[in-house]
């Protein structure tokens, strides 16, 4: 019997497409996946954290909008309400023009008892009006059932503060905040100036808290105290103070000389502060005559602004004080 060991076997037929290999696999990876998404889009940018953070602070301001719109208080177009029984007896003995008070249930002690009489003499109308309205009107829940209506806060300017520091035979210790947005900081920031004898603080007029409600209620008082100079460029500013004699000293963690080591303590001077995590910024950082550090544990990686003004201004005003005493 005849064998097939001799005969020819089929070629295999090849299969269409890509042979198994790179090509084959990374067909998918070379598609293309359309444009890059913008930074503000990407989770793990900068960028994107600030849009949270921007769409936050809008919800947060709607909010408030929506509550004081379902109060009967009704504040005039560029006045303040001040709220709380300190930072509303402060305002009135400091002499602020009163418009209206509000009173919210028993509210009356010596403090504000005073406020009537003051509000009476002035011929301010006095108002009966709920807590709630209180609350919502102020976007306060600790308003201490007192309330005031102020005008707008009236700006100095930088020279100002050096005409003050002059009338009052002072050194000027002047507070710059650059780009110090939380209104929060501004409070503790003048509450700090008053407490050690700053001639005022300085902002600008983009990127930073104004003078509003919530500072007068976070100075506790201080606001009527300590004078707040705006001006439309920081950084001029900044050189006309130099100018004008004063040395510019800039905090930073990272700065060349050490706050316990500072020697211009007892000359003019003008500390500034930047913006938390931000710092300060170039042009400012540029301006200054020298950058100082406080020194703080390993453990921390910086100091909230206003924490780090007030134990700047306590060095400074301790200083001065053993320069005066020697």
Known sequence: MAG????????????????????????????????????EDRVYHVAHKRKVAKEIAEKKKAQADAYR??????????????????????????????????????????????????????????????????????GEAAHQSVGIEVPGYEYYCAQDLLDRAAENHEIPLIVALDQVTDPHNLGAVMRSGAAFGATGVLISERRSASVNATVWKVSAGAAAQVPVAKET????????????????????????????????????????????????????????????SIPISAKMESLNAAVAT?????????????ALRA
Request: hydrophobic share 40%; charged share 25%.
């Open 310 to 322: 007030g134990i700047t201004l306590y060095e400074v005003a301790s200083k001065r004080a053993e």
């Open 4 to 39: 097939n060991d001799g005969a020819r076997r089929p070629t295999p037929k090849r299969k269409k497409g890509p042979l198994k290999g790179t090509g084959g696999h990374s067909r998918r990876a070379l598609r293309p996946k359309g444009p890059t998404p913008k930074a």
């Open 233 to 292: 460029n920081l950084v001029r500013a900044l050189k006309e103070l130099k100018e004008a004699g004063c040395f510019i000293v800039g905090l930073d963690g990272n700065g060349d000389v050490s706050l316990r080591s500072l020697e211009l303590a007892t000359a003019p001077l003008v500390i500034v502060t930047g913006a938390e995590g931000k710092g300060l910024s170039r042009l400012v950082r540029e301006t200054c005559d020298q950058i100082v």
């Open 69 to 138: 719109n379902r109060t009967s208080i009704k504040i005039s177009a560029g006045n303040e309400l001040i709220v709380g029984r300190n930072a509303v007896f402060e305002a009135v003995d400091a002499g602020i023009e009163i418009v209206r008070v509000f009173l919210a249930g028993n509210a009356l002690d010596e403090r504000i008892g005073k406020v009537i009489r003051t509000a009476t003499a002035l011929g301010a109308p006095i108002l009966e009006v709920s807590k709630l309205d209180l609350e919502n009107a102020s």
